[in-house]
C-alpha cells in the first residue's frame, strides 16, 4: 500500500508564475480531494472529482485555480498568475466510494508546500 | 462562516491521563465525523470516525462520543502518551448532495511525559 502521494514537497515561485502539482491517490480510491492549509486553520476543501468527473468547487476557488483527473486516477492542480496569498499548504486526499457508503474517511497525502515570492 | 469548531487552541495533559478533544458543529445535515492527527510537515492521518446513528465508537485508546442534540463531538485518548502531541482536527461530512468533508481549526495537544 503506497498510500497518497503527492509531487513536489515544496515548491517556491515568483508572483506572477504558473504551477502545477501532482496527486497519485491510493489505486482503488475512486474519490479524490483537494485542500489547502495555512498555518492555524484546518484544511480548507477547494475541490473533489468521483473517477474523472469534477463534482464540486469551492466559491474560495478562483479562476486562476483549475484541477483536472483526465483518466480518473491521479489528479494535478494547476494555480496561474501566483500571488502571495497562494501560499499555503496544497494536500490531495482519497476516499473509496460505492454503494450504501457510510464510512469512508480521507487519505491524506503529505502535502506541497508553496512559497509564492 | 465555520460550521465546525474547534474552541481550544490548544491543550496539556500530564502522561498516562486522559485527554479530552471537544469540537462543536452547526449544521444539522452532517452525518459522518472523523478525527485526524497531524505532525508537523506530515499529511492529516485518520484516526477514527462515527456515523451519526450511533453515539459512540471506540478503537483502542481512542473513543469518540457524539451528542446529537448539543450538535458536540468529543475524543477521548486513555491513556494519554507522548507520542500523541501532535495537532487534532474534526471534520465532517454532509448527509447528501455532496462529499466533502468540512474541518475545524484544529487543537494541539502536548502530552507532557
Known amino acids: 500500500d503506497t498510500g497518497v502521494s503527492q509531487d513536489p514537497r515544496h515548491k517556491i515561485t515568483k508572483r506572477g508564475q504558473n504551477v502545477t502539482f501532482r496527486c497519485d491517490p491510493i489505486?482503488?480510491?475512486?474519490?479524490l480531494y483537494w485542500y489547502r492549509q495555512t498555518l492555524g486553520q484546518g484544511p480548507e476543501f477547494l475541490t473533489y472529482?468521483?473517477?474523472?468527473?469534477?463534482?464540486?468547487k469551492s466559491r474560495l476557488l478562483s479562476d486562476r485555480f483549475s484541477a483536472e483527473r483526465p483518466k480518473g486516477s491521479f489528479s494535478t492542480l494547476e494555480i496561474q498568475r501566483t500571488e502571495q496569498g497562494d501560499s499555503a499548504m496544497y494536500l490531495c486526499?482519497?476516499?473509496?466510494?460505492?454503494?450504501?457508503?457510510?464510512?469512508?474517511?480521507?487519505?491524506f497525502g503529505n502535502g506541497t508546500r508553496l512559497t509564492v515570492t | 462562516d465555520q460550521q465546525v469548531k474547534q474552541n481550544s487552541p490548544s491543550l496539556s495533559v500530564q502522561e498516562g491521563r486522559i485527554s479530552i478533544l471537544n469540537c462543536d458543529y452547526t449544521?444539522?445535515?452532517?452525518?459522518?465525523f472523523l478525527w485526524y492527527k497531524k505532525y508537523p510537515a506530515e499529511g492529516p492521518t485518520f484516526l477514527i470516525s462515527?456515523?451519526?446513528?450511533?453515539d459512540k465508537n471506540e478503537d483502542g485508546r481512542f473513543t469518540v462520543f457524539l451528542n446529537k442534540s448539543a450538535k458536540h463531538l468529543s475524543l477521548h485518548i486513555v491513556p494519554s502518551q507522548p507520542g500523541d502531541s501532535a495537532v487534532y482536527f474534526c471534520?465532517?461530512?454532509?448527509?447528501?448532495?455532496?462529499?466533502?468533508?468540512?474541518f475545524g481549526t484544529g487543537t494541539r495537544l502536548k502530552v507532557l511525559a
Open positions: 489505486s482503488e480510491h475512486n474519490r
Open positions: 449544521n444539522s445535515m452532517f452525518d459522518y
Open positions: 472529482f468521483q473517477n474523472e468527473a469534477q463534482l464540486e
Open positions: 471534520a465532517a461530512r454532509f448527509t447528501s448532495g455532496t462529499y466533502k468533508y468540512i
Open positions: 486526499a482519497s476516499s473509496l466510494a460505492g454503494d450504501g457508503e457510510l464510512n469512508s474517511p480521507l487519505h
Open positions: 462515527i456515523s451519526s446513528i450511533k
